[in-house]
């Protein structure tokens, strides 16, 4: 059983600090949801489950909490550092056994911000993103990106509207079939020195995760990448394929469309995805767990 998280409300920063029951310094994730915003119940749930596994855990609101941008666009990525850098400080916290979680839209800003560290041992994106993409507001259609950084917009792959709507996917996979315009907006991962475990699903209907995740796989394969990679692809999910398994009846376990898969590949891929997802966190930030 985790205790109730410790509130974060300090300045800019605003989060949930999971603690562990053990003792002694631990190490530490920062987990990032998606365009959800705020302190969404999904990226909850994931921060329980690694609290209970013995992981500090920061789960951070980016945008959607008050007196946060309401759309998530033009993020500033010193969000997510800042937050990183305060956490390393924190009693109880092993420094130098940091790590990155983030799903959908946190996944790409998690791939974003491991190719700018160097003290991430491992980065986990669920249903990840191979590139920058532009903001998202429900008030309509962005041209910005969604990331800024020291200031500036973070260069991104525009979306591919051919001026006839035909769904979220396709303005994603659009864009992405047109190489010039995908290689506008392509995340530098080979920069990370961190392990990359990427988790998608083959029938995602909200974007094209398992061949972004390929993408990102075959960049690092090219550039002789150090570290482990590993991608689990599930046939039958959707964009609800990361995460610790949920119980039966509830919304998480339930979803299928419109964001894909069915509820039964849903399912099957956190069954056997969030265990391998806990050996490889284990593996680079609890080696002593793995002996």
């Not at 941008?69 to 937050?83: D, G, M, N, V």
């Not at 420094?95 to 491991?114: P, Q, Y």
């Not at 191979?130 to 309509?140: A, C, K, M």
């Not at 119980?247 to 590949?265: I, K």
Request: positive net charge; charged residues 20%.
């Amino acid at each position: 059983m985790v205790a109730a998280p410790r509130q974060i409300r300090d300045g800019a920063m605003i989060a949930d600090l999971y603690q562990p029951a053990r003792t002694g310094r631990a190490p530490a994730i920062l987990l990032l949801g998606g365009s959800e915003g705020g302190l969404g119940k999904a990226a909850a749930a994931q921060a329980a489950a690694l609290a209970a596994r013995g992981y500090v855990v920061l789960q951070l609101s980016y945008f959607g909490s008050l007196g946060q941008p309401a759309a998530l666009k033009s993020i500033p990525i010193e969000t997510f550092t800042r937050a990183l850098d305060w956490l390393k400080m924190q009693p109880g916290v092993a420094g130098d056994r940091i790590g990155i979680v983030g799903t959908s839209k946190g996944a790409e800003a998690a791939l974003l911000v491991a190719s700018r560290r160097r003290d991430l041992k491992i980065a986990v994106v669920g249903v990840p993103s191979s590139v920058v993409w532009p903001g998202i507001d429900r008030e309509g259609l962005v041209t910005e990106s969604s990331w800024t950084e020291g200031g500036k917009p973070v260069p991104f792959t525009p979306y591919g509207w051919t001026g006839e709507w035909r769904g979220i996917h396709a303005l994603y996979a659009d864009a992405l079939a047109d190489p010039a315009k995908a290689a506008t907006g392509a995340i530098p991962v080979e920069r990370s020195q961190a392990a990359i475990v990427m988790v998608c699903g083959e029938a995602d209907g909200l974007w094209p995760s398992c061949p972004m995740a390929r993408a990102v796989e075959t960049r690092l394969h090219a550039a002789k990448y150090a570290h482990p990679v590993t991608v689990l692809a599930y046939p039958d999910a959707g964009h609800a394929a990361f995460g610790p398994p949920p119980e039966v009846g509830t919304q998480a376990a339930d979803r299928a469309a419109p964001l894909g898969g069915t509820v039964a590949g849903n399912r099957a891929a956190r069954a056997d995805g969030w265990p391998k997802v806990l050996a490889d966190l284990d593996t680079a930030l609890m080696p002593e767990r793995r002996r």
